[in-house]
């Protein structure tokens, strides 16, 4: 018997609660160090609000549908004591009519009353989805754009699909089926109460009993899920290890020690797995036995019978218990469900709360535009973790129309320094001004149209190359789409793809080499024709070749433009206008190549280093 408000689509049609999940089967599961996020009931409630009508309609539909649902057995019941009660069939009939009237209805209830709960609940759930990622793709505009860099296709990826997935769980699903099961239990058992308590008490203890060995069982859970989980990875990484590196095994018959890996994480995880079933065996066998309706039926007929035999109960008073207490362990399994429903719910909505509440870029109180394009960094100083300074006091200008190198050891600061000027992050210490106004002084739009950014990692969309180029001045027609594109020298090589500037690429950039796609994010810069441009090892990774058309198409880009430029190899920007020597965060030198030369400093010995590695 089902009495609740359960769906389809979560009824799993299980009798009792159910055994411990194998990782990696349905859900994902509550561990330790995701266990402590569940999202308190305040702001939950907050962050339901704007259906907030809507769900209390739908738990009261689908406790009203739970209620309505016992009429059917209730109504049989009350027959049976009727029929057992009454000296002779005489004036049963209207008895029975009333009570099959009062059945039929209740069922009839039930299934209305599941169904416009279910349908609400949906309802609701597609209302809040779309608030919430509307509020999600706002602020994520507004985050500072380092955000994304250090963790945020995760993050955004998580909150955007699995964490609404497990919103969904808990608003279309789980909150109905919990206080519909719970009405279930309750209404039951009142009734039960109703016709003999002591009866009701029994059944109740059985219930108890169930509960207690289905929480005992699942105690250690998140320590067991813990210990599987990474044995699962493990044996995952193996797997992919193995899959990725065939060609060495095969060459060098390494196979043994990526298989002897493997093995291990096998052995882990069935060890774990056993782990838990040994510890769980008792309390689980127990919950499933006790969640069957041969416990409460025993136990009911182990106090009743004797009661009925003492004469403290009637025969027919008997036939509820039977009847309807029964079927009550079934109810329990969806409050457990639905009570893990809500755990996994609370913890995504922990998630995107704590998403929505990451800090935004602040926008400007009095915005200021720009004049002219020269940079300047005034004592610049940056912390990323407001400890440690990965830059200290960095004064440097650069001109409009030159370009300024940025070199230094690894580690230096070289990316920082450039992410600051599109304020990827804020400045800790010192200020940053473009034409005269402080970056933080300039709107997001206005600052980040004002430059052309080409980093190492090329970032291309899901869309036609024309598409990509476009990117860097929405609404350019085809003609200068075509000509940014051979002034990137990547004209002849879109010309030849199936569908040249038509064709769609992947994120990873389709057929395009390496040095191809670094051409195309270099068109997309050259279209949108901003006065300042930051390069960030924009030719690192490529061969020789490749390296002579970026640095042809860079050429074309930097022309009469504010340029900082980063830079391993030294022979690239030899030829710039200034060089600033970074070193442990700190500006070390600056000048033109020959001053450095001159100087015989790090730069000096840099320069030394590389020209004997080339010559070696
Ligand atoms: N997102 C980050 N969070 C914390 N620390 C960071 C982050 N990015 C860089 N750092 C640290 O800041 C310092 C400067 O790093 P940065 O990447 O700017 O150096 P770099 O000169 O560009 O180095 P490379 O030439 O190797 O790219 C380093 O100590 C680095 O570990």
């Not at 099961?181 to 029994?202: E, K, N, P």
């Not at 709360?353 to 004049?371: F, I």
């Not at 106004?437 to 869309?463: E, G, H, K, N, Y």
């Amino acid at each position: 018997m089902t009495t609740t408000g359960t769906t389809p689509a979560r009824d799993t049609g299980r009798q009792g609660p159910p055994a411990p999940p194998s990782p990696g089967a349905g859900r994902r599961p509550q561990t330790p160090e995701n266990a402590a996020r569940l999202l308190r009931a305040g702001p939950l409630a907050r962050m339901l609000r704007p259906v907030r009508t809507h769900l209390i309609v739908c738990a009261v539909l689908s406790a009203a549908g739970a209620a309505a649902g016992f009429a059917p057995y209730v109504a049989i019941a009350e027959i049976a004591r009727a029929a057992l009660a009454a000296p002779d069939a005489t004036g049963l009939a209207g008895t029975v009519w009333g009570w099959v009237g009062i059945g039929a209805a209740g069922a009839c209830a039930r299934l209305v009353l599941v169904f416009a709960s279910s349908r609400l609940g949906h309802y609701a759930d597609a209302e809040l989805l779309h608030h919430i990622r509307v509020r999600v793709i706002r602020h994520l505009g507004a985050l500072p754009l380092g955000w994304f860099r250090a963790a945020g296709s995760g993050e955004v990826k998580k909150a955007l699909t699995d964490d609404l997935e497990d919103m969904h769980q808990l608003i279309a699903h789980a909150l109905g089926e919990m206080v519909g099961a719970a009405t279930a239990i309750a209404v039951g058992l009142g009734y039960l109460a109703f016709v003999d308590w002591r009866m009701a008490l029994v059944t109740a203890g059985v219930l108890v009993a169930m509960v207690i060995c289905y929480r005992t069982a699942m105690r250690s859970m998140s320590v067991h899920m813990t210990r599987l989980i990474a044995a699962a990875g493990r044996i995952s990484a193996a797997t992919v290890e193995y899959a990725d590196g065939i060609t060495v095994v095969k060459a060098f018959g390494t196979g043994g020690r990526v298989l002897d890996r493997f093995a291990e994480a096998v052995r882990e995880h069935t060890a774990a797995m056993r782990a838990w079933v040994n510890e769980t065996r008792y309390s689980s066998a127990a919950s499933r036995l006790l969640s069957c309706e041969m416990a409460v039926l025993a136990a009911v007929m182990a106090v009743g019978v004797p009661l009925i035999g003492a004469g403290e109960l009637a025969a027919a008073d008997l036939l509820p218990f039977l009847v309807i207490g029964i079927g009550l362990p079934t109810s329990i399994t969806p409050a457990i469900q639905g009570g893990q429903g809500l755990r996994q719910g609370r913890m995504a909505a922990s998630h995107i709360d704590a998403l929505l509440a990451r800090r935004a870029l602040p926008e400007p109180v009095r915005p200021r535009r720009p004049e002219g394009h020269r940079i300047e960094f005034d004592r610049v100083s940056f912390s990323y973790d407001g400890v440690t300074d990965a830059l200290s006091d960095i004064t440097a200008v650069c001109e409009p129309g030159t370009v300024t190198a940025l070199v230094g050891p690894s580690g230096a600061g070289k990316s920082t320094l450039a992410s600051l000027l599109p304020r990827f992050y804020d400045v800790t210490g010192g200020a940053i001004r473009i034409g005269g106004a402080d970056v933080r002084d300039i709107p997001a739009q206005t600052l980040l149209s004002s430059m052309s950014l080409v980093f190492q990692d090329v970032a291309l969309l899901r869309d036609t190359v024309a598409e990509n180029i476009r990117v860097g001045r929405p609404g350019a027609d085809d003609e200068d789409v075509r000509r940014a594109a051979m002034a990137a020298q990547i004209h002849e090589v879109i010309e030849r793809l199936p569908q040249g500037y038509e064709t769609v690429l992947g994120a990873d950039g389709g057929g395009l080499s390496g040095g191809e796609r670094q051409r195309l994010t270099i068109a997309r810069a050259i279209l949108s024709g901003a006065p300042v441009v930051v390069l960030d090892e924009a030719t690192a990774a490529l061969d020789p070749d490749s390296e002579t058309a970026v640095q042809q198409a860079l050429s074309k880009l930097v022309a009469g433009k504010t340029v900082l430029v980063i830079a391993h190899r030294l022979h690239t920007i030899s030829g710039a206008g200034r060089i600033l020597v970074l070193d442990g965060g700190r500006l070390a030198e600056a000048g033109t190549h020959d001053d450095l030369i001159a100087r015989d400093g790090l730069y000096a010995r840099m320069w030394r280093a590389q020209r004997n590695g080339d010559d070696a």
